[in-house]
């Protein structure tokens, strides 16, 4: 039988989140149930709930950094067991069988896309769409279950891992980041803050382009050696042709030819954040004349996700965080809108029971 899910809800693009139930499926051979502690709020909760990324099926129930304890498993499941710590990040499901899974990049998915955690056609429940992390439990296919082997105090903290932590984990590893090199994080965000925590334990030096002079200082308490001014010239030119690798994690269009240029022969910069309009076109004598490379890099598969889990368990690596309760929702949408935030928001599910 079926279980009743309590959550909140977006009824529609300009309305305010509310208390909505829905139905979870019944446990099949292969799935976890999780009953939810905590949940990470991602920008990508918000583009969805407000309609901003296309059609939207409501109401939507957003949430993709989740930590919970299990509560129930199926009569095939191996991995886990009732009591433990889980977690589930942005994707639920996918084919199985394409190269991309069968690599464990499950998040390429090429035959039907990876399963998205919400907003996405649910592949296992008989219709309908999936429905995500704002809400007191979810059930998912072991498969796409994390192992949490962080202390349950930092738990709160380690949510926004299963979506900022696998977003930057995931390019540093793939560019073999590690230690004598000069990395660069473009952005101080949700994204940024995790990126410099990682690159750094990666042992990079690690530099912060921001155009707020007013991060340097959080900047340097998060691992950097330094910020740099993205808007100051004469500052970014001091840098000139001396990075091996820069991670750019800013949503929004922007010129990336300053950055380019800031690249030694065969630097790369792999863009994670998508805006809403494409960037300028870059020019393609930055790129010709030092064998240069722009890339980007989308989450992570599920194997590498459990190796930046372990490695921010051995690291002592979470999340900078503010706790909110789930009635402020909307308040908190409005805040990261302004970017007041630092740097990620999680929600403590235990006041959905209030609700």
């Known amino acids: 039988m079926t279980t009743t899910a309590h959550a909140f809800a977006a009824p529609s693009a300009d309305a305010p989140f509310a208390p909505f139930s829905f139905e979870r499926r019944d446990l099949l051979a292969d799935d976890v149930a999780i009953d ?8 990508s909760d918000l583009h969805t709930a407000r309609g901003e990324w296309g059609s939207v099926n409501y109401p939507c ?5 989740i930590v919970g304890r299990v509560s129930a498993v199926g009569s095939d499941v191996t991995k886990f067991a009732v009591g433990d710590l889980a977690g589930v990040g942005c994707m639920v499901d996918s084919c199985g069988h ?15 896309g990876f399963v998205g955690t919400y907003d996405a056609p649910d592949t296992r429940s008989g219709g309908g769409y999936t429905k995500g992390g704002y809400s007191d439990h979810i059930v998912v296919k072991q498969d796409f279950v994390l192992k949490v082997g962080h202390d349950e105090a930092d738990l709160a903290a380690v949510a926004p891992l299963l979506c900022a932590g696998i977003t930057t984990y995931s390019p540093l590893h793939h560019w073999k980041v590690g230690p004598g090199q000069k990395v660069g994080v473009v952005g101080l965000g949700g994204l940024g803050h995790m990126g410099v925590k990682i690159a750094k334990a990666m ?45 750019n994690t800013v949503a929004a269009a922007h010129d990336l030819d300053p950055f380019l240029n800031l690249l030694k022969r065969d630097g790369t910069m792999t863009l994670v954040g998508v805006p ?24 992570g598969g599920i194997q590498e996700t459990q190796e930046m889990l372990d490695f921010c368990v051995k690291h002592g690596l979470t999340a900078d965080i503010e706790m909110i309760d789930i009635q402020n929702i909307d308040t908190a ?23």
């Open 36 to 43: 939810i502690l905590f949940c990470g709020v991602c920008h």
């Open 61 to 65: 129930v957003p949430g993709h950094e």
């Open 276 to 299: 809403e309009t494409p960037h300028p076109s870059p020019s393609v004598g930055a790129l010709v004349f030092k064998r240069r490379s722009i890339a980007g890099s989308l989450i």
């Open 203 to 247: 042992g990079a030096d690690v530099y912060v382009f921001s155009t707020s002079p007013n991060k340097r200082e959080d900047a340097k308490r998060l691992g950097a050696t330094d910020l740099i001014v993205s808007k100051d010239e004469a500052a970014m030119g001091e840098h000139a042709n001396s990075f091996d690798f820069i991670l």
């Open 333 to 355: 949408y409005d805040r990261m809108v302004k970017s007041d935030v630092k740097y990620r928001f999680v929600i403590d599910m235990e006041s959905l029971k209030a609700a």
């Open 98 to 112: 394409c190269p991309s899974c069968t690599d464990g990049e499950e998040q390429y998915c090429e035959t039907t």
